[in-house]
Each structure stands twice: as structure tokens, then as C-alpha cells.
């Protein structure tokens, strides 16, 4: 089986796409690569901890890698990073702003791309699979199929070892995904959405809404409330 690199965060989309990789594709070793680049809180990455667990042989290495300097380099410009201005309501956000709203991260998912691109070419897997998904509420110009293909064009001058991302989830609502994931046995108890952290969700910000929406969709009761 050809081996792959998944990057999991701790989300709906990417622990449904872990799980997707390993039972639906079938590849092996996968490997698991998370970042703390300076979120508010860590709830996320607890659930791609436990989540790499929960597959056993399956999953041969889970990293969380520490990319703490992220946060000088682009904090204040995103409600995500600490130091960053207050996670917003959904319902605050002005239409204008949906198409790049407060909630994104300065050029996160190039930089983490590049850095799983490295990772997984130094351990001789050909993909890498990454989580980006249709967003029903706003978008992000790097999570569009139109990034992926640009990216993809950049790794493909690498002369021996070039490394392939794909998105499987990238036109599919997060509903779909859901509904995947209950086909998959995915625990969605271990998995967190909401931007606040906290101890439960907040319920308000714009992936509470989203998450909420999804299982709505899909016709689960989301463990989480």
C-alpha cells in the first residue's frame, strides 16, 4: 500500500479524513503531523492526539510540531492566534468580510503545507492529504482547489521525491463529511471546532455554527452539544 502524510489538526474535516486515508484508502504507514503555531488554546490538538491513538499500528507516527514564532510573525493580524484581536460571533460578522474574515491565519496553510511537504518527503510518502473543505458560511482563498493545484504545480519541480497534496474534501459540505465519518466509526466526541476553546463549545463563533449545521445535515446529535 502506498504510504501517506495527513494533516491533522483535531477538527471535524481532518480527523474524518485520518480516518478516511486509513480505513477507506487503505495506506500504509500514514503518518499524522499537527502544528502549534500559536493558537489560543490547545483543545484541538489534545483531540488529534487522541485521535492518532485511537488507530493503533495503523497510524506509525503522530509529530505535533511546535511552531511557536508564528506567532510574532502574524498574531495580531488573525482572532485565531494569541495576541490576536476577540473571536467574533458569526452573527457579528459583516457580509463584506465573509470572504476573509478575522477567524483567518496570514498564509497559515502555505507555511504548514511546505513544512508536511518536508516531512513527508523525508519519510518517502508520495501524498499528502490535506483537510480543506467547502466552507458553507465565508471561505479562505487557502483551503480552495485552485490553491491546491497552484501548490501541487511548485512540488512537482521537485527532481526525485516530489510530493502530491490532495483535498478530497474540497467540494464536499462539512455535512458530507459527517456523514462519512459515522460510516467510518469516527468517535466525533474526540474532535473540537470551536475557535474559543474553553470547556465547552461556545456555540456562536463561526465554526461552532458551522459544526452544528453539519451534524443538523447529516441527522446527528453532535456529542459536544
Request: include cysteine.
Amino acid at each position: 500500500m502506498e504510504s501517506a502524510t495527513v494533516l491533522l489538526s483535531g477538527g471535524l474535516d481532518s480527523t474524518v479524513l485520518l480516518h478516511h486515508v486509513v480505513k477507506e484508502l487503505g495506506a500504509r504507514p500514514v503518518y499524522a503531523l499537527s502544528f502549534q503555531y500559536g493558537q489560543k488554546h490547545g483543545r484541538e490538538l489534545e483531540m488529534a492526539r487522541w485521535q492518532a491513538r485511537s488507530l493503533g499500528d495503523a497510524v506509525a507516527e503522530h509529530r505535533v510540531l511546535d511552531l511557536g514564532f508564528f506567532r510574532e510573525l502574524a498574531g495580531g493580524a488573525s482572532a485565531l492566534v494569541a495576541g490576536g484581536p476577540e473571536v467574533p460571533a458569526l452573527a457579528d460578522l459583516k457580509a463584506a468580510d465573509l470572504d476573509q474574515p478575522l477567524t483567518y491565519v496570514p498564509n497559515r496553510n502555505m507555511m504548514l503545507l511546505s513544512l508536511a511537504a518536508a516531512f513527508a518527503e523525508a519519510r518517502g510518502c508520495g501524498v499528502l492529504y490535506y483537510g480543506a473543505q467547502a466552507q458553507d458560511e465565508y471561505g479562505y482563498w487557502d483551503c480552495t482547489p485552485e490553491f491546491v493545484a497552484r501548490i501541487n504545480a511548485v512540488l512537482a519541480l521537485n527532481r526525485r521525491r516530489p510530493v502530491r497534496v490532495e483535498a478530497p474534501f474540497a467540494l464536499r459540505r462539512k455535512g458530507e463529511g459527517v456523514a462519512l465519518g459515522r460510516t467510518l466509526g469516527v468517535d466525533f466526541a474526540h474532535t473540537w471546532s470551536c475557535y474559543r476553546g474553553g470547556e465547552r463549545p461556545c456555540g456562536e463563533c463561526p465554526t461552532c455554527i458551522e459544526r452544528r449545521k453539519a451534524f443538523e445535515e447529516a441527522g446527528l446529535a453532535d456529542p459536544l452539544g
